[in-house]
């Protein structure tokens, strides 16, 4: 059963400052949202700390959030609940690695709703730490190799 509500690590305000910034960071509880349409609940089981992210936490990463916000571009974890147009035998209950944008919180919380083109189903034999690493590093690194042939 899921619960009503969770924990996450809430930015108050960026600061170009990375220890003010990362003192800005409180727990908050929040209320589990329901998924809308083609969006998924999960449960987070990882989420990584990149570059971006402190980029982000500075002011400094080009993308910017309403504020207070949830701080976190990746992870990987369980799908709890989907919402309409979603198959839910599909779904419930697999691995996916995950990635959040737009104006949303991101993934440093216990509970995460990704749009369903935001999540990649992950092979059960890949470890959820792995799997919580897909999306940033993964594909920049392989944008520039890709970049630099000619």
Same mark, same amino acid.
């Given at each position: ?5 969770? @924990?996450?690590?809430?930015?108050? /305000? &960026?600061?170009?400052?990375?220890? @003010? ?8 509880? @929040? ?7 083609? =969006? ?8 990584? &700390? ?27 974890? +369980? ?18 690695? &995950?990635?959040? =944008? ?32 897909? +999306?940033?590093?993964? +594909?920049? /690194? ?9």
């Amino acid at each position: 059963m899921t619960p009503k509500t969770y @924990k996450a690590l809430e930015l108050t /305000a &960026c600061n170009p400052n990375l220890v @003010k910034a990362m003192l800005g960071l409180k727990i908050v509880e @929040k209320s589990i949202p329901r998924p809308a349409e083609h =969006q998924l609940l999960i449960k987070m089981a990882y989420a990584p &700390c990149n570059p971006s992210d402190i980029a982000f936490l500075q002011g400094a990463y080009g993308v910017s959030k309403t504020m207070p916000t949830v701080p976190g571009f990746e992870g990987a974890g +369980f799908v709890k609940a989907v919402g309409p147009g979603l198959d839910p035998d599909a779904w419930l209950g697999k691995l996916v690695s &995950c990635f959040a =944008q737009g104006n949303n919180d991101g993934t440093w919380a216990e509970y995460f709703i990704a749009d369903a083109n935001q999540i990649m189903p992950v092979d059960s034999n890949l470890d959820p730490k792995q799997a919580s690493c897909f +999306f940033v590093n993964p +594909f920049t /690194a392989w944008a520039c190799r890709n970049g630099h042939k000619k």
